[in-house]
């Protein structure tokens, strides 16, 4: 497991682990964030290695994975920033941090000499996760609410 330690608009990684390719769902990054982001609802880590960016959703331990599409190329230097936001209309309020180096890729064995196929959940799939979750749950209030009917109809003889 990584710390990144994040203040208002920087990001510092003071211990690396080795990253090889190949590695999925293999490092783990917490985010410790300065008092600067405790109002913001919503955290992205930007992860890059110069040819691929992506941006992964952070879960409410604020914590990840590095994503296996940036672990791909052995030499590349993988990077990963935060961006934060708040707000709507003029109450908007963004924050990027700088990038931070987590190192660069070294060639790990693999010996099937398959790439993983699994893409790394992306904040779109965050959010149909969390809408169909939504609809899952109204769906039982709506059902709850046909329950309660039925049950003043019988009990008022409706």
Request: charged share 25%; aromatic share 6%.
């Amino acid at each position: 497991m990584m710390t990144i330690t994040v203040g208002k608009a920087d990001a510092e990684c003071p211990e690396k682990v080795t990253l090889t390719s190949g590695m999925v769902n293999a490092v783990q990054i917490v985010f410790s964030f300065s008092e600067h982001w405790d109002e913001f609802d919503n955290k992205i880590a930007v992860f890059s290695n110069g040819t691929t960016t992506l941006d992964v959703p952070l879960d409410e331990d604020s914590t990840c994975y590095v994503p296996h599409e940036v672990l791909t190329q052995a030499g590349k230097e993988v990077s990963v920033g935060v961006y934060g936001s708040k707000g709507e209309g003029s109450d908007y309020v963004a924050i990027p941090t700088e990038k931070c180096s987590l190192g660069k890729v070294v060639e790990g064995v693999n010996p099937t000499g398959e790439e993983p196929t699994e893409p790394t959940p992306t904040v779109l799939d965050d959010l149909v996760v969390r809408v169909v979750k939504l609809e899952n749950d109204l769906g039982d209030i709506d059902s709850a609410l046909d329950s309660i009917l039925e049950m003043q109809n019988a009990l008022i003889g409706g």
